[in-house]
């Protein structure tokens, strides 16, 4: 079984930050990439971003560089960092990740359970 447990939602003002973690744990062989993503309040889930196995980065739509994803390998851990926060990022924000339990030959995706970031004067 895996489990990815995601942490530092909250709620911020406009133009603040927020660091979200994301730590998966069980039966894991390998990660290959990991990813947030975030659910707006009434819309589909999308991608903010995602980082491979060796640190390439790619960003989702209207992130215009404010945010910074990260991983540490050693730690089977994943970062956000956002930077200056607009009203329009509230939203659920969820831990992806492409991992290869011992149990399995193949990759499957994981999802954890969302940690709610809010952005409000």
């Known amino acids: 079984q895996v489990t990815l447990v995601e942490s530092g939602g909250g709620l911020v003002q406009p133009g603040g930050s927020l660091s979200l973690s994301c730590v998966a744990s069980?039966?894991?062989?390998?990660?290959?990439?990991m990813s947030w993503y975030r659910r707006a309040p009434g819309g589909p889930r999308r991608l903010v971003a995602t980082?491979?196995?060796?640190?390439?980065?790619t960003y989702g739509e209207s992130i215009e560089g404010r945010f910074t994803v990260s991983r540490d390998n050693t730690k089977n851990s994943v970062y956000l960092q956002m930077n200056s926060l607009e009203p329009e990022d509230t939203a659920v924000y969820y831990c992806?990740?492409?991992?290869?339990?011992?149990?399995?030959?193949?990759?499957?995706?994981?999802w954890g359970q969302g940690t709610q970031v809010t952005v409000s004067s």
């Open positions: 992806n990740a492409n991992i290869r339990p011992y149990s399995d030959r193949f990759y499957n995706n994981y």
């Open positions: 980082v491979t196995h060796d640190g390439r980065t």
């Open positions: 069980g039966d894991i062989l390998a990660i290959n990439t």
